[in-house]
């Protein structure tokens, strides 16, 4: 079963930038076959899609963060990453990445919660 | 942007028929997912394309769309189905989420 795992800070200060890591335990066959997403919810609020990757360089953002963030893979090590610059408190979130599979994402990673503050 | 629409709660009894649904333009042409996260886990798939399980989700989990609306039904709801439940669409290359109902077994 695929098995992804975020790493990164779980602390950053306001107006630097967000930096994570997601970690794909597969063959980079995989990585190259589907979409690769991030998605992030803040302390007890709802889900908020950040942006998806495609191996070929294929990246969408979300309308409302696609000025602050990027998406990129490294198929070596087997990992994609988000960077997400100038945040403020309203950043702080669990972020997650996910396999996108069809329309939908699954699975999903443990998620890594991130705090912004001063 | 378009939205999705879900009720903030929903309550139902331990053997009965918990309906979610998730109301939004995007729906009329686009496939509803649906997601159940539970508190400190992370989100899951339970139904994918408006009706399909994933491997490994009961089938007492089921799902519909029609019109602008999808609804996510738990036939036979059990104490362990209590969760946030997320329905999902695309708006064109924009995922979009519903804003969440969470689920009570009383």
């Known amino acids: 079963q695929l098995h992804l795992q975020e790493s990164g800070p779980g602390l950053v200060k306001t107006s630097e930038t967000l930096s994570l890591t997601c970690t794909v335990a597969a063959d980079s066959i995989i990585i190259s076959s589907y979409h690769w997403d991030w998605i992030r919810q803040p302390p007890g609020k709802g889900l908020e899609w950040i942006g998806t990757?495609?191996?070929?360089?294929?990246?969408y953002y979300s309308p409302s963060l696609k000025n602050r963030v990027i998406i990129s893979v490294d198929m070596s090590k087997h990992s994609f990453s988000l960077k997400l610059n100038s945040v403020t408190a309203a950043d702080t979130a669990v972020y997650y990445c996910?396999?996108?599979?069809?329309?939908?994402?699954?699975?999903w990673g443990q998620g890594t919660l991130v705090t912004v503050s001063s | 942007s378009y939205e999705l629409t879900q009720p903030p709660s929903v309550s139902v009894s331990p053997g009965q028929t918990a309906s979610i649904t998730c109301s939004g333009d995007?729906?009329?042409?686009?496939?509803a997912s649906w997601y159940q996260q539970k508190p400190g886990q992370s989100p899951i798939l339970v139904i994918s394309q408006n009706n399909k399980r994933p491997s490994g989700i009961p089938e007492r989990f089921s799902g519909s769309n029609s019109g602008n609306t999808a609804t996510l039904t738990i036939s036979g709801t059990q104490a362990m189905d209590e969760a946030d439940y997320y329905c999902?669409?695309?708006?064109?290359?924009?995922?979009?989420f519903g804003g969440g109902t969470k689920l009570t077994v009383l």
């Open positions: 990757f495609y191996y070929i360089g294929s990246t």
């Open positions: 996910a396999r996108r599979y069809t329309d939908s994402f699954d699975p």
């Open positions: 999902q669409a695309w708006d064109s290359r924009t995922a979009v």
């Open positions: 995007i729906l009329r042409d686009k496939y």
